[in-house]
C-alpha cells in the first residue's frame, strides 16, 4: 500500500527505510508455535484491521533490526545470518500491536486476505482498465461487500486507492527515470493528459512541470 511520512534527517541521525517481505509458510509456523489461532482468530472478523499502521519500535525490534541492518553490509553474513534475523523479525512483529494484521494475512480463507489479493491485482495491473465489479470478481466477492470492505482496510475506495498506485508510479517514473510526464501519464493507464495533470496537482500539491523544475533546481 502506497503511503506517506515525514520525517527530518540529518547526517547525525539519518532516516534508514527497510522493507521485508513476509514468507507466508514461515508466517504460518511461527503463529502455529505462538498458538495466536486461539488469541486472535477468536475475535472474528467483526472488524477488520488496518493494512497498514505504525507500531511502537520496543527495544528487541529494534535490536533485531540493527542487527540484521549491520549483516547485509557482509554478503556473508546475509546469507548465514539474514534469514535467523529475518525470522526474528517476523516472531517480535507477532508478539507486537500489529499482529491482527499479519494473522488476518495468513488466514487465505478470510475477508483480509480476500482484499490482500485484489491489492496485489491492483499493484501489478495498475496500468490496466479495472473497475470495482472485476477487482470484486477476483476477490470472490460481491462488489458491495468488497467495497465496504476494501475501504474498512485501506481507508480509501478501491478507484481512490487505484488512483493513488498510479500518481505514485508516474511521479517515480518521473523523478527515477526522467519519463516526460505525458509518457508517464500513459505508462499507468491514463488517458487524458489534462486529467492526469489535475489529479497529480490535487494529490501532490504541484503538477508535474513543477515537481520536474523544483527537482532540477535542488
Known sequence: MPFECETFGSPEEPLRGLFIDIDMPQLHDLIGRLGLQAEIGGAGERSLPRGIGPAVMDKDMADATARLVKCLQSEAEAQILGPGLVR????????????PVLYSLAMHGGTFSQVAHALKVMQSDYAGKLDVEQLAGTARMSASAFHRAFKEITSDSPMQYLKKIRLNKAKDFMVQESMKAYIAAD????????????????????TPAEMVRELRAA
Do not use: D, P
Open 187 to 206: 505508462k499507468v493507464g491514463y488517458e487524458s493528459s489534462s486529467q492526469f495533470n489535475r489529479e497529480f496537482k490535487r494529490y501532490f500539491g504541484q
Open 88 to 99: 526474528e523479525i517476523l516472531y517480535r512483529a507477532l508478539c507486537g500491536t500489529q499482529a
